[in-house]
């Protein structure tokens, strides 16, 4: 833990020099807050010096889970002694909204704050993309053997690929090609007429999926075809599994893409998607076909990938295309990306197991395998999928009711949870694109901080921790 957060002062650090460049108040924000995460940094650092390096796999989620709370403690310093955020409740939700690379956002105003909070905000969401844990394991080889127990933690999907059999080295091969696609993005976005500033801020939520912009309008604000497509290209590639990209890109095994089923799923859920709300729009509103194209394209990669970038307010889209999207947020893209939600490996399992279960009823004494990628996956990584999705619709149905208890109505409530779960960002009604989340109930962002962190960690990481028998010594 100290390690993590003596990193996070050095994150602070860049902030704070954006601050001392662009001259703006917030920089003796930064540096008090750079001074109680040192300052906390050291009591755990000392506390635990000399201890054994190796630890359990229970450690791995005590640890996980706690790198993500503290991190985003430390993160809302800033906003808080800037003074640009007023309160507790809004400072960590917005924070553990970057840290989780959700993007859902209680500031009405984001042009109102100066360049090293604006910075902040699309930070957080980079380093919290891939991963805290993650980041450390790729930079710090003190983890050591428990480099596995942290990786299994905090990854994403039912099954974790490395592409080296050391954890470290995989890590840092993930990591690389991560900060290679936000420098190629920042470059494309520069020289497409998008300001420095604001190219590195997109190209750090893009690579993400977070989608936290530094203007309120989002991308719509830049009023350019270009940049939308060059958006759009990124949060496709971010919502890829990074093994894959891995394989793909620097080892130029190009059919290993095809042959993948999960890249299949996502990429044809994307096309239909996309070819129904275009299809909606051009009969709805008529007018330019590949203005209603590039529309639909866009929302249905962003909302898919949890990015969560607006090139256009789909509530004004209708309802029809909401549940479309809705759909989509549930969804997800792939596993060992930046994105959230189920993921299409889990859907692809489950709706395999479904047919399956249909040929059983005409041939009951068959065996019908489920292949994954021209594999047949194992009984247990079935148990796990279907646990999964299960656990995912009880948590799901369960916060939609105390939303609404709370005071939330129908729709709003549902699209709360959904977004917040699948860590997308915008929702639906009053929490829509074109608004923000600050006028839902204070117990409300508690809850959805949670849920935020608990989509980002695939629930088990976190509900683990409040079952007894996790505390339990064997």
């Known amino acids: ?29 930064f540096l008090i807050s750079m001074a109680i995460c040192a300052g906390v940094a050291s009591l755990f650092f000392y506390a635990g010096k000399g201890t054994k ?7 791995g989620y005590i640890i996980v889970a706690t790198a993500w709370i503290v991190s985003s403690i430390m993160g809302m310093n800033p906003y808080l002694i800037s003074g640009y955020i007023d309160n507790v409740s809004d400072a960590f939700f917005e924070t553990i909204s970057g840290f989780t690379s959700t993007g859902a956002s209680i500031l009405d105003n984001v042009e109102s704050f100066p360049h090293g909070l604006l910075f902040w905000r699309s930070l957080t969401q980079w380093i919290g993309g891939l991963g805290i844990v993650f980041f450390t394991i790729a930079v710090l080889p003190i983890i050591g053997t428990g480099g596995v127990k942290l990786f299994a933690a905090e990854a994403t999907g039912p099954t974790h690929d490395k592409v080296h ?24 976005l520069h020289f497409s007429g998008m300001g420095l500033f604001d190219s590195v801020c997109h190209a750090l939520a893009t690579c993400s999926t977070g989608g936290f912009s530094t203007k309120q309008e989002s991308i719509s604000f830049f ?3 270009r940049i939308e497509y060059i958006t759009i290209i990124f949060m496709f590639l971010s919502g890829v599994n990074y093994t894959l990209l891995y394989t793909t890109l620097l080892k130029l095994r190009i059919k290993k893409l095809f042959y993948n089923t999960e890249f299949r799923w996502y990429f044809s859920i994307v096309v239909l998607a996309t070819m129904g709300i275009t299809l909606g729009l051009f009969l709805s509103e008529g007018g330019n076909l590949e203005g209603s194209f590039r529309r639909s394209l866009f929302q249905v990669v962003s909302i898919q990938t949890s990015t ?5 307010d789909y509530m004004l889209w209708g309802p029809s295309l909401w549940m479309i999207l809705s759909l989509l947020m549930i969804i997800g893209s792939c596993a060992g990306s930046t994105s959230g939600g189920i993921k299409c490996i889990r859907f692809a399992i489950m709706c395999k197991v479904a047919h399956n279960q249909f040929r059983r009823i005409i041939h009951p004494n068959a065996i019908f395998p489920v292949r994954i990628s021209r594999q047949v996956i194992p009984e247990s990584t079935k148990t796990i999928v279907l646990a999964f999705i299960s656990t995912y619709l009880i948590v799901m149905f369960a916060s939609w009711l105390i939303l609404m208890i709370l005071g939330m109505n129908f729709t709003e409530a549902y699209g709360v949870v959904i977004s917040c779960l699948g860590n997308t960002g915008p929702a639906l009604g009053s929490c829509g694109p074109a608004y923000s989340y600050s006028g839902i109930p204070v117990a409300a962002k508690w809850i959805c901080s949670f849920l935020m962190l608990a989509g980002r960690l695939e629930l088990f990481t976190i509900l683990i921790l409040f079952m007894p028998s996790f505390w339990k010594k064997l």
């Open 165 to 188: 059999p050391r954890i470290g080295v995989t890590a840092k091969w993930i990591w690389m090609i991560y900060v290679g696609m936000t420098v190629a993005q920042t470059v494309l």
């Open 1 to 29: 833990m100290g390690i993590l957060l003596y990193i996070q002062v050095g994150f602070l650090l860049l902030c704070a020099l954006i601050s001392l460049y662009y001259k703006e108040s917030d920089l003796v924000a």
């Open 223 to 225: 009023h350019s075809a």
């Open 53 to 59: 390096r190796s630890f359990s796999r229970r450690d």
């Open 308 to 312: 969560g970038f607006m090139s256009d």
